[in-house]
């Protein structure tokens, strides 16, 4: 169930600056694992901060967020090509760890309650085997000929 990058641009459309998912290692009816190799040329360290790469933990929300809609629009959603993923509802997020240039940023996304609409999720970020973000979200389907 591996996907490279040009697998992932068919399933989500995000795209530079903001696809921050590079590759899915597995993936099954509730869980994906995928990571984003973070680079010294990502286009925020300019910014956060100078002289101090940080990556900023909204990023690494949207990251697991992005690897959450690869698993929906994959495994769950019934019409996934009419089917656009909107998320309603950061619940919690906890940073642990700053992650910086160089780190591999692995996600395990588990999709945790299931409704007809709401699906929300947990994921853990991390590197090394460190835990940098833990997070729990919570996204609406909607249907893309509705908005
Ligand atoms: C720690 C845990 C989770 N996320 C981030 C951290 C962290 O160490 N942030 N550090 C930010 C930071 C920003 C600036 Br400006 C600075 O000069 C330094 Br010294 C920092 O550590």
Do not use: W
Request: hydrophobic fraction near 45%.
């Amino acid at each position: 169930m591996m996907m490279n990058i040009e697998e992932i641009k068919a399933v989500i459309p995000h795209r530079y600056p903001f696809l921050l998912v590079d590759r899915v290692l597995e993936m099954d009816d509730k869980k994906i694992t995928a990571f984003k190799n973070v680079t010294g040329n990502e286009e925020f360290f300019n910014g956060h901060f100078p002289g101090k790469p940080i990556m900023p933990g909204v990023l690494q929300v949207e990251a697991m967020a992005q690897a959450g809609c690869i698993l929906f629009l994959k495994k769950i959603a019934k019409d996934p090509k009419n089917t656009t993923i909107v998320f309603s509802s950061i619940n919690k997020a906890k940073f642990r760890k700053p992650v910086v240039p160089g780190d591999r940023l692995h996600m395990e996304v588990e999709v945790v309650s299931l409704r007809r609409q709401f699906a929300t999720i947990k994921g853990i970020a991390t590197v090394d085997g460190k835990i940098a973000c833990e997070l729990e979200a919570t996204a609406a389907f909607v249907p893309s000929d509705s908005i």
